[in-house]
Nanobody
Framework: QVKLVESGGDSVQAGGSLRLSCTVSGNTYSTYYMAWFRQAGGNEREGVAAISDDGDTHYAESVKGRFTISQDNTQSIFYLQMDNLKPEDTALYYC??????????????????????WGQGTQVAVSS
Protein backbone atom coordinates (compact mmCIF):
# COMPACT_ATOMS: atom_id res chain seq x y z
CA GLN A 1 0.00 0.00 0.00
CA VAL A 2 1.12 3.55 -0.70
CA LYS A 3 0.45 6.50 1.56
CA LEU A 4 0.59 10.14 0.49
CA VAL A 5 0.51 13.02 2.96
CA GLU A 6 0.30 16.64 1.86
CA SER A 7 1.37 19.66 3.86
CA GLY A 8 2.09 23.35 3.38
CA GLY A 9 -1.35 24.73 2.64
CA ASP A 10 -2.09 28.16 4.08
CA SER A 11 -3.86 31.47 3.56
CA VAL A 12 -1.90 34.10 1.62
CA GLN A 13 -2.51 37.32 -0.22
CA ALA A 14 -2.50 37.54 -3.99
CA GLY A 15 1.04 37.72 -5.33
CA GLY A 16 2.38 35.61 -2.51
CA SER A 17 4.05 32.20 -2.58
CA LEU A 18 3.57 28.81 -0.96
CA ARG A 19 5.37 25.50 -1.20
CA LEU A 20 3.34 22.34 -0.85
CA SER A 21 4.96 19.05 0.09
CA CYS A 22 3.83 15.50 -0.48
CA THR A 23 5.51 12.75 1.52
CA VAL A 24 5.27 9.28 0.00
CA SER A 25 5.65 6.06 1.96
CA GLY A 26 4.87 2.37 1.59
CA ASN A 27 5.38 -0.04 -1.28
CA THR A 28 6.51 2.31 -4.01
CA TYR A 29 8.22 1.54 -7.31
CA SER A 30 10.95 3.14 -9.31
CA THR A 31 8.67 3.83 -12.28
CA TYR A 32 6.06 6.43 -11.45
CA TYR A 33 4.23 9.59 -12.18
CA MET A 34 3.45 12.00 -9.35
CA ALA A 35 1.01 14.84 -9.74
CA TRP A 36 -0.72 17.68 -7.98
CA PHE A 37 -4.43 18.24 -8.47
CA ARG A 38 -6.79 20.82 -7.05
CA GLN A 39 -10.48 21.08 -6.45
CA ALA A 40 -12.45 24.20 -5.62
CA GLY A 41 -16.04 24.08 -4.43
CA GLY A 42 -18.19 21.92 -6.65
CA ASN A 43 -15.77 22.02 -9.56
CA GLU A 44 -14.08 19.04 -11.13
CA ARG A 45 -10.70 18.01 -9.74
CA GLU A 46 -8.16 19.42 -12.17
CA GLY A 47 -4.57 18.49 -12.83
CA VAL A 48 -2.07 21.21 -11.98
CA ALA A 49 1.37 19.67 -12.46
CA ALA A 50 2.96 16.25 -12.87
CA ILE A 51 6.46 14.79 -12.82
CA SER A 52 7.78 11.42 -13.94
CA ASP A 53 10.51 9.28 -12.40
CA ASP A 54 12.92 10.54 -15.05
CA GLY A 55 12.06 14.18 -14.43
CA ASP A 56 9.62 15.01 -17.23
CA THR A 57 7.24 17.73 -16.08
CA HIS A 58 3.80 18.81 -17.24
CA TYR A 59 1.74 21.84 -16.25
CA ALA A 60 -1.76 23.12 -16.71
CA GLU A 61 -1.85 26.26 -18.85
CA SER A 62 -3.31 28.25 -15.96
CA VAL A 63 -0.21 27.73 -13.80
CA LYS A 64 2.63 27.67 -16.33
CA GLY A 65 5.36 30.08 -15.35
CA ARG A 66 4.03 30.37 -11.78
CA PHE A 67 4.11 26.81 -10.37
CA THR A 68 7.01 24.38 -10.29
CA ILE A 69 6.84 20.69 -9.46
CA SER A 70 9.97 18.98 -8.15
CA GLN A 71 11.18 16.02 -6.11
CA ASP A 72 13.93 15.44 -3.60
CA ASN A 73 16.88 13.10 -4.20
CA THR A 74 15.20 10.20 -2.42
CA GLN A 75 12.09 10.59 -4.60
CA SER A 76 9.98 10.25 -1.48
CA ILE A 77 9.03 13.91 -1.14
CA PHE A 78 7.45 15.93 -3.92
CA TYR A 79 6.94 19.65 -3.95
CA LEU A 80 4.77 22.20 -5.63
CA GLN A 81 6.28 25.66 -5.50
CA MET A 82 3.53 28.20 -6.14
CA ASP A 83 4.50 31.78 -6.91
CA ASN A 84 2.48 34.84 -7.86
CA LEU A 85 -0.63 33.23 -6.42
CA LYS A 86 -4.02 34.43 -7.58
CA PRO A 87 -7.44 34.21 -5.89
CA GLU A 88 -8.47 31.66 -8.52
CA ASP A 89 -5.75 29.33 -7.19
CA THR A 90 -7.82 28.88 -4.03
CA ALA A 91 -8.61 25.18 -3.71
CA LEU A 92 -7.95 21.95 -1.87
CA TYR A 93 -4.71 20.60 -3.31
CA TYR A 94 -4.09 16.85 -3.56
CA CYS A 95 -1.03 14.88 -4.51
CA UNK A 96 -1.45 11.65 -6.42
CA UNK A 97 0.71 8.76 -7.59
CA UNK A 98 0.64 6.17 -10.32
CA UNK A 99 3.10 3.29 -10.68
CA UNK A 100 1.96 1.69 -13.90
CA UNK A 101 4.32 1.41 -16.84
CA UNK A 102 2.49 3.19 -19.63
CA UNK A 103 3.81 4.23 -22.99
CA UNK A 104 4.54 7.98 -23.03
CA UNK A 105 2.35 8.20 -26.10
CA UNK A 106 -0.65 6.98 -24.11
CA UNK A 107 0.06 8.69 -20.80
CA UNK A 108 -2.14 11.66 -19.83
CA UNK A 109 -0.23 13.10 -16.85
CA UNK A 110 -2.87 15.64 -15.81
CA UNK A 111 -5.84 13.32 -16.06
CA UNK A 112 -7.18 12.37 -12.65
CA UNK A 113 -8.20 8.89 -13.81
CA UNK A 114 -4.53 8.02 -14.42
CA UNK A 115 -3.81 8.02 -10.68
CA UNK A 116 -4.60 5.33 -8.16
CA UNK A 117 -3.14 6.70 -4.94
CA TRP A 118 -4.26 9.96 -3.36
CA GLY A 119 -3.54 12.05 -0.32
CA GLN A 120 -6.17 13.76 1.82
CA GLY A 121 -5.46 17.26 0.57
CA THR A 122 -4.16 20.54 1.93
CA GLN A 123 -6.10 23.79 1.69
CA VAL A 124 -4.76 26.85 -0.11
CA ALA A 125 -6.63 30.15 0.18
CA VAL A 126 -5.56 33.25 -1.74
CA SER A 127 -7.17 36.57 -0.91
CA SER A 128 -7.21 39.62 -3.17
Amino acid sequence: QVKLVESGGDSVQAGGSLRLSCTVSGNTYSTYYMAWFRQAGGNEREGVAAISDDGDTHYAESVKGRFTISQDNTQSIFYLQMDNLKPEDTALYYCAADYREISPVLRKPLNRWEYHYWGQGTQVAVSS
